[in-house]
């Protein structure tokens, strides 16, 4: 039926929401539309009203018709107005009813079909009915469930705390919360579960128990956890997990009175397993030396891989401080057996370093870096050996620190100078050549010795720039003195094995002797020993390259090192330098008189010239001149000076001794 102020009796009613009276349907205009249907049927009047509900919205509209002309008087229509009311209650509760209806089986579809178990419970906490996903947690039917006591689901571990939450949901109060339960085949599940009250006119008459298995969940959140804390290789504790531990030690040794020793271990040999026969043998024997390591400490001890080759080890609850060392001496051994991977006998050995506390520390990470110190100086005194934290290291370790940073300012700022001091030949007492030598003058310590400051520059790589400053500034000074006239002499400068070692040397040399327009014979390198240490075969192969610019070479400090005689008759150089320390006792140790001349001996037979270091005295000069020896340097003739004082010295050279 349309709804309007010309649709019919019926239409205006519900339009207009009120009584409507049609006294005759065929004068009436609103009848237009439907004034012949009526007819036909002998309709000719209509009274309407409308039917509304509770909230005011139309439902319909209820009418009287007759077959006259007629309009209602005061009775018809109360009675009109009862019967409308009558209707509109029978509507509103059959619309009720389908509602309620429609809701129930709404209900009924969440429950039912609803993939998580849900229970209804009364409120003393028995199962009033279940779900069909409730029920695949027990091999039970519906009626095996109604009236047992949701404690009959749950882990009795669980159980009191589950109650607490059942209780305050019967007040009114949702809960939601974790709790275990084993399902059919006694598996146990992690349950989350929400706890609903179920109210029926205002009153709390149940709770609603809907669980959702997370047991795969927190398996995958445990698994993340763990592996948060630790190294997913050998299984041990990681870094991450070092500080807590530490903290919690050093707690133990504070209240039972105790020692706490940290121990940092790190392997040697292990870089060249990765480098030889790759990362897998590498990986394989760091989860056997964890494996190692665990079974020589205390359920209650600590081992945690830092990363790489490193781990730490932590022993609190110590009684002496001595008890440390028959542990110390356990890893040791075990990580030194033979690890046989795939039939290959791999070897590694440990460098150690211990701090030991009362756990009275502030900062009980300090502890990790005193033990890593202390590894450190067992690095240094020749691996496989255990060093103690001390105090005087800290300082020395501050030091270094100090020193390093200091040395980048000046790297920085190129606050570097050169001295230069003259070679004499040994037959014309003429200057044949110079040796840059690096001096530093520090702005609050003074002149700083190059045998303090350069171990700091080859530890830390700073010896790559410092190298090639001092490079590029000989080379610049040479070009100068010849501008000046001063030709026929040699620049020599120390290369470090380290910058020796890197791929491009060569062509950093070249390009160097082209910026300043020098040949190669005019350059001298000297080099030590120490290059053939690692990888002679390449040293050897560069020294060539050398020698194919014309670069002469020198072998430095000869007799301190490797001095391998094998290798000495394949090395392309041209001299040999006599360490001082065999020249200063060279007049009144027979031993040092006998090993110069041999040296100088030997290397005339290899076609090489000989060059005698630390020169202070006639004494000494006579002897290396008996014995043969090609060049002096030393005090004895010039001290090392800046480039200001050689110049004039090589301008107006005065009588030598």
Not at 569 to 578: A, F, T
Not at 583 to 602: C, K, L, Y
Request: net charge negative.
């Amino acid at each position: 039926m349309a709804i309007g102020p010309q649709e019919g009796t019926c239409g205006t009613a519900a339009f207009r929401r009120e009584l409507v009276v049609t006294e005759d349907i065929a004068r009436d205009p609103s009848w237009e539309r439907f004034r012949g249907l009526a007819l036909g049927h002998n309709l000719r009047s209509c009274w309407s009203v409308p039917l509304l509900s509770h909230q005011g919205c139309v439902l319909g509209t209820f009418a009287l018709y007759q077959n006259r002309a007629h309009a209602p008087d005061e009775a018809q229509i109360q009675r009109l107005a009862c019967a409308a009311q009558l209707a509109a209650i029978a509507i509103r509760h059959e619309r009720d009813g389908q509602r309620l209806e429609e809701s129930e089986q709404r209900f009924r579809s969440l429950f039912t079909y609803n993939p998580n178990p849900v229970f209804a419970l009364d409120l003393a906490g028995n199962i009033q009915s279940v779900n069909p996903a409730g029920l695949k947690l027990k091999p039970l039917t519906a009626t095996d469930f109604i009236g047992h006591h949701f404690a009959n689901l749950v882990v009795e571990e669980d159980l009191q705390r589950v109650s607490r939450h059942f209780s305050a949901a019967s007040t009114g109060e949702p809960q939601r919360f974790e709790a275990r339960v084993r399902d059919v085949s006694d598996k146990l599940l992690t349950m989350d579960i929400s706890n609903l009250p179920i109210m029926v006119n205002g009153e709390i008459v149940g709770v609603f128990g809907v669980a959702r298995d997370i047991s795969e969940q927190k398996h995958y959140e445990r698994q993340l956890s763990f592996n948060a804390c630790h190294d997913r290789l050998t299984g041990l504790l990681n870094r991450v997990s070092l500080e807590d531990r530490l903290i919690l030690d050093c707690h133990i040794s504070r209240r039972r009175k105790r020692r706490l020793a940290v121990i940092c271990i790190d392997l040697d040999g292990f870089k060249s397993i990765n480098d030889s026969i790759g990362h897998y043998f590498g990986d394989q024997v760091l989860i056997e030396v964890a494996q190692r390591m665990t079974q020589q400490v205390r359920p209650g001890d600590t081992i945690v891989r830092m990363g790489g080759d490193e781990f730490v080890v932590l022993l609190p609850d110590l009684l002496r401080d001595e008890d440390v060392v028959p542990v110390t001496e356990r890893l040791m051994a075990s990580i030194a057996r033979p690890y046989c991977i795939q039939g290959i006998d791999l070897h590694v050995s440990a460098s150690v370093g211990i701090p030991l506390s009362d756990g009275h520390i502030e900062q009980p990470m300090q502890l990790i870096q005193q033990a890593d110190m202390a590894m450190y100086k067992a690095k240094q005194q020749g691996r496989n050996n255990f060093q103690w934290y001390t105090s005087d290291l800290n300082q020395r370790v501050c030091e270094h620190a100090s020193l390093r940073n200091d040395l980048q300012k000046a790297i920085e700022t190129q606050s570097f100078k050169l001295h230069y001091q003259p070679q004499i030949d040994a037959r014309t007492l003429q200057v044949v050549g110079i040796e840059a030598l690096l001096r530093w003058e520090h702005p609050e310590k003074g002149f700083i010795s190059p045998a303090v400051f350069v171990p700091v520059a080859e530890d830390s790589g700073q010896i790559i720039p410092l190298s090639l400053w001092v490079l590029d500034t000989a080379c610049a000074q040479l070009r100068q003195l010849g501008e000046q006239g001063i030709t026929g002499i040699s620049m020599a400068v120390n290369i470090s094995p380290m910058h020796f070692q890197r791929g491009n040397f060569v062509q950093c040399v070249q390009a160097t002797l082209e910026k300043h327009g020098l040949s190669g014979e005019q350059l001298e390198l000297e080099i030590t020993e120490s290059l053939l240490l690692h990888n002679a075969e390449q040293a050897i192969e560069t020294l060539h390259r050398f020698k194919m610019l014309g670069v002469r070479i020198a072998l430095d400090d000869f007799g301190t090192g490797f001095s391998s005689l094998s290798y000495l008759k394949r090395l392309p150089i041209d001299k040999i330098k006599i360490d001082r320390s065999f020249i200063q006792e060279i007049t009144t140790d027979n031993h040092d008189a006998a090993i110069t001349q041999g040296i100088i001996s030997m290397a005339h037979h290899l076609s090489l010239t000989v060059v005698a270091e630390g020169v202070e005295t006639a004494s000494q000069v006579d002897f290396l001149k008996g014995s043969r020896c090609d060049i002096f340097q030393g005090y004895y003739f010039a001290k090392p000076m800046p480039y200001a004082e050689i110049e004039a010295f090589l301008s107006h050279p005065a009588s030598l001794p």
